[in-house]
């Protein structure tokens, strides 16, 4: 955990004429905490963080300057619940994703991950909870592709192979199934309590920062005992436990666990939210938008709007989560990611709750408040700039026009400038975990 600069250091760092100070002159500056603008900052970077923030900061000589005087700048967004190396498609495989993983080796997913990370930061979102489904590791391999600076893309926050009972998500034949094993690697079998301990063990062995499981994809599922030795095994490992749930008896089970996350809103009843608000238990409900032609029914996304904003009404702690896995032609993976504040919007909650969505309840979710999210002095310098108010109109966060990643400029005047984060070796320090 960080803390903030002290005030000698501060002033160091705002008087000295450093080569690599970045100033950025911010007409706008939003705090979603407080749902403010301050108008005319200063925000001054240097070594990968924020120094200063005010509106009477001097520019140090020599400082690069950067003007967003016409721009509205905020923190970082976060889609808590995405999967970078899965990519289904109607074509060939009918959206239908147990082909997908057929038809794609882990290799190629994993540079589809590189891919879609950068199309998420062009889009603004500096942090990503990578929910698996990610062959075998790649999720992983992206993390620290990025850590180490080979290359640029989101904060990566991954839980490498989901972990369920036998069969995981899939349906397969017994010839695929035991002939082939083919639900390994998408999903890792544990149906007993020492492959359950085995499971969570070989993730955080490979290089999982978060588990998750399938709580009830099967109708035996998981009981409550088995949650709970799910969490305090990842807890010895000092991971939380993001549960994959799709029936409310699962949704039950999970929250008298304790669970930290919940994924998907079938299982999400008015009882449940309520459970969840009094334990705060965090809501990733992926409440895919009816603007996403065949991703969705009528009667479905209705559901979807209506179990959203009873969760708002009953104050369960919300993330903005998509579960976007699938290729929409004409869109990035950023543009599809970013298309889900219409089910907020129709579910009638305000502009400033859709944005805590997307930035601080999502670092707190992903447990990085307190070193990388907000604008603060200390923290890592992540922030984007739209030319709108998303406290106004949400929707301004469609047209993110600037990125800045680490103190290193991503994206200006809407245009990707990722050249200064790629390198031919691991800058940021060898680390293969
Ligand atoms: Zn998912």
């Known amino acids: 955990m960080r803390t903030a600069l002290t005030a000698s250091a501060l002033a160091f760092a705002t008087s000295s004429a450093m080569a690599q100070v970045t100033a950025i002159r911010a007409g706008r500056l939003v705090d979603p905490e407080t749902g403010t603008v301050a108008s005319n900052q200063v925000i001054l970077v240097e070594g990968g963080r924020f120094r200063a923030i005010g509106p009477t900061v001097a520019i140090p000589q020599g400082a690069e300057v950067i003007d967003l005087s016409q721009l509205t700048v905020l923190p970082g967004l976060v889609d808590a619940h995405n999967h970078l190396a899965l990519t289904y498609k109607e074509e ?124 009830d994809c099967k109708p035996w599922g998981y009981t409550t005992d088995e949650i709970k030795l799910f969490i305090a095994e990842a807890a010895k490992a000092g991971l939380k436990v993001e549960g994959h749930v799709q029936t409310v008896d699962g949704a039950r089970r999970a929250i008298e666990a304790g669970i930290w996350s919940i994924a998907h809103d079938r299982g999400l009843t008015d009882e449940m939210h309520k459970l969840m608000a009094q334990k705060g238990i965090w809501r990733a409900g992926t409440e895919t938008p009816i603007s996403l032609t065949g991703h969705t029914t009528r009667e479905r996304y209705d559901r979807t709007v209506a179990g959203l904003k009873n969760a708002y009404e009953n104050k369960v702690p919300l993330t903005f989560s998509t579960d976007a896995d699938y290729y929409v032609p004409g869109k990035t993976r950023g543009e599809v990611a970013i298309e889900f504040i219409e089910t907020w919007k129709a579910a009638g909650i305000p502009p400033v709750d859709i944005l805590r969505a997307l930035t601080i309840n999502g670092y707190q979710a992903s447990e990085t408040y307190t070193s990388r999210g907000p604008i603060k002095v200390g923290y890592v310098a992540d922030l984007i700039a739209v030319p709108g108010n998303p406290l106004q109109s949400i929707d301004a966060l469609r047209d993110v026009r600037f990125v800045l990643k680490e103190g290193v400029v991503f994206k200006r005047d809407g245009v990707m400038t990722p050249e200064k984060f790629f390198h031919g070796g691991p800058v940021n320090g060898w680390n293969i975990r």
């Open 92 to 215: 060939p495989e009918s959206n239908v994703y147990y082909l997908t993983y057929v038809l794609d080796a882990t290799p190629l997913r994993a540079i589809q991950a590189a891919s879609n990370g950068i199309q998420m930061l062009s889009s603004g979102f500096t942090i990503i909870r990578d929910m698996g489904n990610n062959g075998n590791y790649a999720d992983a391999a992206l993390r620290i592709a990025i850590e180490q600076g080979w290359i640029p893309g989101p904060t990566i926050i991954n839980s490498g192979i989901i972990i369920g009972g036998f069969g995981g998500q899939f349906w397969p034949t017994p010839e695929m199934a035991m002939g082939k094993s083919i639900v390994y690697p998408e999903y890792l079998d544990a149906d007993t309590p020492d492959e359950i301990v085995k499971a969570v063990r070989q993730n955080a062995l490979f290089g999982a920062t978060v588990i998750k499981i399938c709580v």
